[in-house]
DNA sequence: GATAATCGTATTTTT
DNA sequence: TACGATTATC
């Protein structure tokens, strides 16, 4: 190896990063536990083979977010330059799609439909098979076509494989979605991955071109890769076979979206000869977290063993934290951290990590309450709100006539007298033409089918949809064309006056990410915006150590790390989801409840010096108070490193009588206003005060696991859980001599 | 055909 | 709770 590269290149990097990192050609796979630099080796990697020789634009890099793809791009720019590939599968498909579609007989102006928007498609299919959408729900069905096309099964293997009724079923309504896309000139996410194997396939000669463009291929989060994925990272390095690819099978995180473990475990018999390095020094986390965290996770029997190790001091000891409840947790959370930032007269970086999306209010108002900053890192973002995405559908409508989900999204938006009715007829008159709508009226085939004032009511329609045409196609720039939607709809005058400023912020956050679009990519045009707003997100958009606390989703802060960390909501049905405790199987725990677990793991090793993990004994959920309690993962903490606080011992509780029964008096009817802002979510400090009233019930606040209780027939246990079942409370307790006992009370 | 009121169901996680 | 979808009314 070139001895002068060394000094910039691998300077601080220990014996195996170095390791990777000059790996010379082949199949490598760093296996990376958290924390252990891996980002850091593949932006190296990535200098260093350039360093030795390769073009930036030899060389493909894959990640699993935008938002990663642009922090390495910045990485790799500063130590390397620019030209290198950076992206992740689904906008590198995306990319290779719009220039080679074409071979598949398909037209490059298509139109990306996110989930909404195939959610829509399978409704209609599912109404109009008429499916009883109790027994066959939308959203299960569109599930299972996604994986379906997560392992390349079109839907004739679909229908083959099918062994119930609803597989079947779902089989029908797979097939007719894909011609409802293909008819639309649209593809979905899946699309993008499933439609490039089939153009790798067919066309060997299109992807001779792509092998011999990227001679390295390095694929970043691959535990989180699925079939079709590993599919395309092992044509992409067919030519070259140089392919890098880093991950954690302990990360594994998205198994709901068909990631593989495996393709991390059976790396090295897909990709003959690969060498397999370990990263096992994690320099990150205290040892005390580090502690923790690989503690928990090794309760997972679906796991090969891996040891990290942390040359840091201990540090303070990882503390669990009990609260009455959610409200509780949340003013705990913000107390804490006011107390910190006074004492040390700094502002760390901070995380608050939650299981679900739903969460973050809580937490929102406790921030606000006392003056704390925050930001809240919210996936589901500016793209898909409604106002947005009207007027994104426009502009797809534009781009792509045969686009039907964006027609039928605004042919009545705002309302010009095109009511179902009309809509009904104008689809059927498409239909007998063969064609998709906005085509078919194009050409006026609802001219002899409508009534005088419904047919002057589409034509209005054509009418605005040429004029909007033109005005796009003139437009100099892709804001321009975007505002002259909005002005010429008039879209913001049939906005209800009291959302109409709310309306108009977000379409001017959306006309200054057009701007931002056309700065970046000087070339791009209206289809390339379009395409980044489906694919992007507002994570994406994120900027961490802001000095505000960030509020995020465990699936969301994977890859990120901060100062301290709150992992709140560590609860029953909570962090081991109910959903995931659902398909729990008799003889042991069930795959979810493994990810679970992860998800636990992936949030302890976020943090570097602090880590809080917190639960409540009781929260809203749907509206209703319900008893969660302490998550079983806690039980699966060592005992060193680990301090204990309980929740607050509230009020006088009269736990037993003579009997061994305890009584309960009416619960104080709580309830929390929230008013939820309607504004953006993103970035900003809320200033209001909401009443927080809690689950104030001594009785309740009383009775938290761990409490020891006497019963009268099975002498004293741990209570360790508590559920609510109408009047009644379901109580989990742990008695040594008969094990963990559910009894009625 | 548009609007208001009511009803029912959903909340895991995201490219 | 809170949203979307269906229904009732104008």
């Keep these: 190896m070139p001895e002068n590269t060394d000094n910039y290149i691998l300077s601080g990097l220990n014996e195996s990063q170095i390791e990777a990192v000059t790996f010379g050609d082949g199949p490598l796979l760093v296996v990376a536990g958290a924390g252990s630099g891996k980002t850091r080796v593949i932006t190296h990697r990535i200098a260093y083979l350039i360093e030795r020789g390769a073009a930036p634009e030899e060389i493909l890099g894959i990640t699993f977010t935008n938002k990663a793809a642009k922090e390495m791009e910045r990485r790799v720019g500063e130590m390397a330059g620019e030209g290198v590939m950076l992206r992740t599968f689904h906008s590198f498909c995306a990319l290779v799609l719009r220039r080679q579609i074409h071979h598949l007989g398909l037209d490059s102006s298509f139109s990306i439909y996110d989930r909404s928007d195939s959610l829509k498609v399978v409704r209609r299919v599912c109404k109009q098979f008429e499916l009883d959408p109790e027994q066959y729900k939308p959203a299960d069905m569109l599930n299972r076509i996604s994986a379906h096309k997560d392992g390349v099964e079109p839907p004739e293997i679909a229908a083959e494989k099918a062994v119930s009724e609803w597989d079947e079923q779902a089989a029908r309504v797979y097939a007719k979605y894909e011609l409802t896309l293909t008819d639309s000139n649209a593809l979905d996410f899946d699309d993008l991955l499933v439609k490039t194997v089939l153009l790798f396939n067919k066309h060997p000669e299109v992807l001779a071109r792509y092998q011999g463009q990227?001679?390295?291929?390095?694929?970043?989060?691959?535990?989180?890769?699925?079939?079709?994925?590993?599919?395309?990272?092992?044509?992409?390095?067919?030519?070259?076979?140089?392919?890098?690819?880093?991950?954690?099978?302990?990360?594994?995180?998205?198994?709901?979206?068909?990631?593989?473990?495996?393709?991390?475990?059976?790396?090295?018999?897909?990709?003959?000869?690969?060498?397999?390095?370990?990263?096992?020094?994690?320099?990150?986390?205290?040892?005390?977290?580090?502690?923790?965290?690989?503690?928990?996770?090794?309760?997972?029997?679906?796991?090969?063993?891996?040891?990290?190790?942390?040359?840091?001091?201990?540090?303070?000891p990882v503390e669990v934290v009990g609260h009455s409840g959610a409200a509780q947790e949340a003013e705990w959370v913000a107390k804490?951290?006011?107390?910190?930032?006074?004492?040390?007269?700094?502002?760390?970086?901070?995380?608050?990590?939650?299981?679900?999306?739903?969460q973050s209010g809580e937490f929102e108002a406790a921030l606000s309450k006392h003056g704390v900053p925050y930001q809240v890192v919210d996936t589901t973002g500016l793209f898909e709100r409604k106002v947005v995405k009207d007027i994104a559908a426009y502009l797809h409508l534009v781009v792509n006539p045969k686009d039907n989900v964006a027609l039928q999204r605004i042919i009545n938006v705002p309302t010009r007298g095109i009511g179902a009715k009309t809509l009904d007829r104008v689809t059927k008159v498409a239909e007998a033409t063969g064609m998709p709508i906005m085509p078919a009226i194009l050409d006026g085939a609802h001219q002899q089918e409508l009534p005088p004032r419904a047919r002057k009511a589409v034509d209005n329609f054509v009418a605005l949809y040429n004029h909007l045409s033109e005005e796009c196609f003139n437009a100099s720039s892709v804001r321009g064309a975007v505002e002259r939607v909005i002005n010429e709809t008039d879209y913001l005058a049939s906005i209800k006056a009291d959302e109409r400023e709310e309306s108009r912020e977000l379409l001017d956050y959306f006309l200054g990410f057009a701007e931002q679009y056309q700065e970046q990519e000087p070339e791009g045009d209206l289809t390339g915006f379009m395409e980044l707003s489906v694919l992007a997100s507002d994570v994406d958009a994120w900027e961490p150590d802001t000095g505000s606390v960030s509020l995020l989703t465990l699936h969301s802060a994977k890859g990120l790390e901060f100062d301290m960390v709150f992992l709140v909501g560590v609860e029953d049905r909570i962090l081991p989801h109910s959903r995931a405790l659902e398909d729990r199987d008799v003889m042991g725990e069930s795959e979810a409840m493994e990810e679970e677990r992860r998800l636990f793991h992936v949030g302890m090793t976020r943090a570097r010096k602090t880590l809080y993990i917190s639960y409540a004994n009781e929260r809203m959920i749907r509206g209703q108070y319900e008893y969660t309690g302490e998550s079983p993962f806690l039980q699966e903490l060592p005992s060193d490193g680990v301090s204990w606080e309980k929740g607050p011992r509230a009020g006088g509780f009269s736990l037993t009588s003579a009997k061994g029964r305890w009584s309960r008096k009416s619960s104080g009817v709580s309830r929390s206003k929230k008013k939820k802002s309607p504004k953006l979510k993103k970035a900003k400090i809320k200033k209001r005060a909401p009443e927080k009233h809690a689950a104030n019930n001594p009785e309740d606040a009383d009775l938290q696991p761990g409490k020891k209780i006497q019963h009268d027939k099975y002498g004293e246990g741990t209570l360790v859980s508590i559920n609510r079942a109408g009047e009644k409370k379901l109580l989990k307790i742990d008695f040594p001599e008969y094990g963990v006992l559910t009894i009625l009370e």
């Design 214 to 316: 990227y001679k390295y291929l390095l694929v970043d989060e691959y535990q989180d890769t699925n079939y079709v994925q590993h599919l395309i990272a092992k044509a992409l390095q067919g030519r070259h076979h140089n392919i890098t690819a880093v991950g954690d099978p302990d990360q594994t995180i998205y198994t709901w979206r068909g990631a593989r473990m495996e393709n991390i475990m059976r790396f090295q018999e897909e990709f003959p000869g690969a060498r397999v390095i370990k990263l096992e020094r994690n320099y990150r986390s205290t040892a005390n977290i580090l502690n923790a965290a690989s503690y928990s996770v090794a309760h997972n029997i679906n796991r090969h063993e891996k040891v990290l190790y942390t040359q840091s001091g201990s540090g303070s």
């Design 336 to 358: 804490t951290i006011n107390k910190h930032v006074q004492r040390t007269e700094s502002f760390p970086s901070i995380g608050i990590l939650y299981r679900t999306k739903y």
